[in-house]
C-alpha cells in the first residue's frame, strides 16, 4: 500500500497562495497519475489537477491560470502550486496516486479562503 503524507494546508484570504505538498513511499515514476481531488462540505469529491508519468498534467476548468502541479521525481513529492485564491476553492485537498485502477490515497488537508 502505496503512503501518501499531504502538508502545506491552511487559512488564507481570497487573492492569497498556497502551496501543498504530497510526499509518497514509492517512485512516482511507478505511477501512473498522481495529482489531487478536493471535496467540500455536501459535494462530491472532484478532481483539480493530475500529471501522468510523462509528465502531462490536467486540470479542471475551475483552476486552470491558477493552479500548477509539478513534482520533483528524487524527493517524490508532487506539489500544488494554488495562486489567487477564491472562496469557492476552499474544500479538504486530497492527494493521490494511481497505478492502473488501484488508487491510493493521503488524509487530507484543510484549505481555507476567506477573509
Known amino acids: 500500500q502505496v503512503q501518501l503524507v499531504e502538508s502545506g494546508g491552511g487559512l488564507v484570504q481570497p487573492g492569497g497562495s498556497l502551496r501543498l505538498s504530497c510526499q509518497t513511499s514509492g517512485r512516482i515514476l511507478a505511477f501512473n497519475a498522481m495529482g489531487w481531488y478536493r471535496q467540500a462540505p455536501g459535494n462530491q469529491r472532484d478532481l483539480v489537477a493530475d500529471?501522468?508519468?510523462?509528465?502531462?498534467?490536467n486540470y479542471a476548468d475551475s483552476v486552470k491560470g491558477r493552479f500548477t502541479i509539478s513534482r520533483d521525481n528524487a524527493k517524490n513529492t508532487v506539489f500544488l502550486q494554488m495562486n489567487s485564491l477564491k472562496p469557492e476553492d476552499t474544500a479538504v485537498y486530497y492527494c493521490?496516486?494511481?497505478?492502473?485502477?488501484?488508487?491510493?490515497w493521503g488524509q487530507g488537508t484543510q484549505v481555507t479562503v476567506s477573509s
Open positions: 493521490y496516486t494511481r497505478i492502473l485502477v488501484k488508487y491510493s
Open positions: 500529471i501522468d508519468s510523462a509528465g502531462t498534467t
